[in-house]
């Protein structure tokens, strides 16, 4: 006889994406209370995505709803497409809804806001600005196979790795293995985009190994360090990045204060029910 299924809302959404198959994948699942974290581990690792979002109403009175991400291989304190992505899936069939807020473990309240200026389903997130700090980790050179001409790190295991030219960060080919072996840092490698197709101010790709990622399609949280970082070097607040992946992503940043503002459009591109036992 067979086992009973519960069923879970489910969408797949490419965030920070202006069409399918672009931008960085998440799944979005609502839940009635919370399931053991074995379970919601299991889910993240069937799904398959460099993180799963769940979100439950928040009865604190704090912020609308709690909200935990899980990539295949762990739980994550910070991630910014996949609140994007659950911001869409609360707001694109409720018109009248212009804003919500999510109460998280390790990043406090976290708020996005509809923005038809960036296009149908554009919307910004406020996400902490993590500033980096100048860093002498000359080990990086060998795990990425390039040498930087700047290295910071924010304590949160944020490491920015600057490099010259665009062509520079297209060309890494990094040692993934080595930099699993580093734990679930965050390896950023950013670079004006000066002569880059995309036109953006800013280049980046981003390699998280031991957090189950070896490169992330488009990353909220690097750009919660990026931002900051590059409103520096550029001398103004807001600039457009760009996430140089094979699948790519269109990032607008902007520095107010202590938060980092990213813009960007979400897609809807499935939906439906996730069966577990029980």
């Given at each position: 006889m067979s086992k009973p299924f519960t069923e879970i809302d489910y969408a797949h959404i490419d965030a920070f994406a202006d069409h399918p198959f672009t931008g960085n994948q998440a799944a979005v699942m609502p839940l009635d209370s919370w399931l053991p974290d074995e379970i919601l581990q299991a889910i993240g690792e069937e799904n398959n995505f460099s993180e799963t979002a769940f979100i439950l109403a928040d009865e604190s009175g704090q912020a609308d709803y709690q909200l935990r991400w899980f990539t295949p291989a762990v739980e994550i304190a910070l991630c910014g497409h996949a609140t994007l992505a659950a911001s869409h899936y609360l707001m694109e069939d409720n018109p009248a809804l212009g804003s919500v807020s999510f109460r998280t473990r390790k990043a406090g309240i976290l708020e996005v806001h509809r923005d038809?200026?960036?296009?149908?389903?554009?919307?910004?997130?406020?996400l902490p600005a993590y500033t980096p700090q100048p860093a002498e980790r000359a080990e990086w050179t060998d795990l990425l196979g390039a040498e930087p001409v700047e290295r910071q790190f924010h304590p949160g295991r944020y490491n920015i790795l600057r490099f010259e030219t665009a062509a520079d960060v297209l060309a890494l080919r990094p040692d993934l293995k080595a930099l699993c072996a580093v734990g679930d840092d965050q390896f950023i490698c950013t670079a004006p985009g000066t002569g880059h197709s995309s036109g953006a101010d800013v280049i980046s790709r981003v390699f998280v190994p031991g957090g189950g990622v070896d490169e992330d399609s488009v990353t909220g949280s690097a750009?919660?360090?990026?931002?900051?970082?590059w409103a520096g070097q550029l001398g103004r607040e807001s600039f457009s990045?760009?996430?140089?992946?094979?699948?790519?992503?269109?990032v607008h940043c902007k520095l107010d204060g202590d938060r980092a503002i990213l813009g960007g459009q979400?897609?809807?591109?499935?939906?439906?029910?996730?069966?577990?036992?029980?």
């Open positions: 038809g200026s960036l296009g149908k389903n554009g919307y910004r997130l406020a750009h919660a360090v990026l931002t900051p970082y990045a760009y996430q140089a992946s094979p699948r790519g992503g269109h979400c897609i809807t591109v499935v939906k439906g029910k996730f069966r577990i036992p029980g």
